[in-house]
């Protein structure tokens, strides 16, 4: 899902030069956003703003656009007309094909009577049209408005609507309840209607029972009327799955690509170096070969107590999570965020008592092996020997 961003704000408005501080029309239709957000701190002098075909359920955060004259909210999913009423030059608000039902006409209307400025106001496509005195209720209701779904209000339109206002009014009370309290009450009127019914059904037959009962076909049928339903539910649900599915053909598409093109040598045998080797894979009595893929620094010693130290220069500020390290008699491997640095040891060490150390202070791996058959006299000469044959090697 996209969000409404400064950075989005200001490639969107590369026509002002990206200066969003003057900035007067501003276009951020057909990005599935779901919020309203971001616009109202950043683009105070913001006379036009499209924000259509988008995702967008509420409202909200435009307190700020004093200056607005055009605001375009078409096909999202916005239930309830509310914050605007800062919006004090406000001409022409398009909300065509939302989902303002019946039950929030009234409330909705209402919260457009303090914008006084607003001339046309677009609401066709909505749920509350189909209410039979709707054009009456809103052309009554704001006197100041001239056109209502793109169609001229008239002086003996505008008279017989306020005649009207009063009944239209007492005719939309009842009704007068946000959605969810109307499925309350919905719900409220089935459990009692359930009640009455138990009791009537007393006096009644068995037969009379088992025909109250829907049919499994019944059920569902209806399960699948309210899931095809276009409800502000069912689009969000939809956009999601067609978003999936095509995040998967993007995927499968993707790897189509890869599959298809050749596999440059130099980068695949460069991958297979930098993979730990298995030692079961190294054939018996020969040594796998020396890399430095990790290509860091590294130094042999030998210290006083029979220990041969080889001393890594490891990044610093790596985490020691993602370092590995792999001791063998002839041969270590140490895999450095997945670059692995092998090479052979001068002498024979003792694997399982050998021990690894990292400097806090710059990093540093230490690698101390203790030396198989060690002697304090030839060892430093075998070293330097080592040494020199290790400077031949491919490293």
């Known amino acids: 899902m996209t969000r409404i961003t400064v950075d989005l704000i200001r490639k969107k408005a590369e026509h002002n030069e990206g200066i969003l501080e003057s900035l007067e029309e501003l276009s951020l239709h057909q990005l599935n956003l779901e919020k309203i957000e971001v616009i109202g701190s950043c683009c105070k002098r913001l006379k036009i703003l499209y924000l259509q075909n988008n995702l967008i359920p509420k409202i909200e955060n435009l307190r700020r656009l004093k200056d607005v004259e055009y605001l375009n909210l078409a096909l999202n999913n916005i239930k309830l007309i509310q914050g605007l009423e800062s919006c004090e ?19 909705s209307i209402e919260n457009l009577t303090k914008n006084s400025r607003l001339d046309s106001l677009f609401l066709s496509g909505n749920p509350c049209c189909e209410f039979k005195g709707y054009r009456e209720f809103v052309v009554g209701s704001l006197p100041f408005l001239n056109k209502l779904d793109g169609k001229k209000i008239t002086k003996s339109e505008r008279i017989l609507a306020r005649q009207q206002l009063s009944e239209i009014r007492a005719a939309l009370a ?83 690509i890869e599959d298809r093109k050749p596999k440059d040598p ?116 075998r070293l330097n020997e080592s040494r020199e044959n290790t400077k031949q090697d491919d490293v």
């Open 89 to 107: 030059s406000l001409k022409k608000l398009d909300l065509t094909v939302n989902f303002i039902p019946i039950e929030n006409l009234a409330v």
């Open 174 to 256: 009842p009704m007068g309840l946000d959605v969810k309290g109307e499925a309350e009450k919905d719900g409220g009127r089935e459990r009692a209607g359930d009640a009455a019914a138990g009791a009537d059904d007393d006096d009644d037959d068995d037969d009379d029972d088992d025909n109250d009962i829907p049919t499994l076909e019944q059920r569902e049928e209806k399960e699948g009327d309210e899931e095809e339903a276009f409800t502000a539910e069912n689009r969000l649900k939809w956009f999601k799955e067609e978003e999936e599915e095509e995040r998967k053909k993007q995927e499968e598409r993707q790897k189509a």
């Open 266 to 381: 130099l980068k695949e045998a460069r991958k297979k170096m930098s993979m730990k080797v298995v030692p079961e894979d190294v054939p018996e009595g020969k040594l796998p070969k020396q890399r430095n893929m990790a290509r860091v620094k590294f130094a042999f010693s030998e210290d006083s107590l029979g220990n041969l130290i080889c001393t890594i220069d490891a990044p610093k500020y790596l985490d020691t999570s993602l370092i590995e390290v792999d001791i063998h008699p002839k041969w270590f491997q140490c895999v450095i965020k997945d670059k692995n640095l092998l090479l052979h040891t001068p002498e024979e060490v003792h694997p399982d008592k050998s021990r690894i150390k990292r400097l806090l202070h710059n990093g540093q791996l230490l690698l101390i092996m203790p030396i198989q058959n060690w002697n304090k006299h030839t060892s430093k000469g």
